[in-house]
């Protein structure tokens, strides 16, 4: 069974930075998209960023500009470097992934990591 372990959560001031990291474990055959979600209080959990296996790349309007995701498809990892932060981007971030698992196909969360932008 294919399991996400996330990592690089926390607390941190508006305007710095954070990186997150999540990797992928188990009998992969291929990861086809891996990205990231949040989930804010009191709102429905959104795409954040995701990125396919042919590097093509997706962004929420909200974060455009100030986030970069990167997908290390050897490790079957991917990150998501955060700058700029603001207090709205606050939340629990999901690590997500799509792909096959001995010819099945497969789709999987991670538990979740919080973020806190504040002062």
């Known amino acids: 069974q294919v399991q996400l372990t996330e990592s690089g959560g926390g607390l941190v001031q508006p305007g710095g930075s954070l990186r997150l990291s999540c990797a992928a474990s188990?009998?992969?055959?291929?990861?086809?998209?891996m990205g990231w979600y949040r989930q804010r209080p009191g709102k429905q959990r959104e795409l954040v960023a995701t990125?396919?296996?042919?590097?093509?790349?997706k962004y929420a309007d909200s974060v455009k500009d100030r986030f970069s995701i990167f997908r290390d498809n050897v490790k079957n990892m991917v990150y998501l470097e955060m700058n700029t932060l603001k207090p709205k981007d606050s939340a629990v971030y999901y690590c997500?992934?799509?792909?096959?698992?001995?010819?099945?196909?497969?789709?999987?969360w991670g538990e979740g990591n919080q973020v806190t932008v504040s002062s």
């Open positions: 997500r992934a799509d792909g096959d698992e001995r010819g099945r196909d497969f789709s999987c």
């Open positions: 188990g009998s992969i055959a291929a990861i086809y998209d």
């Open positions: 990125e396919t296996s042919f590097g093509w790349q």
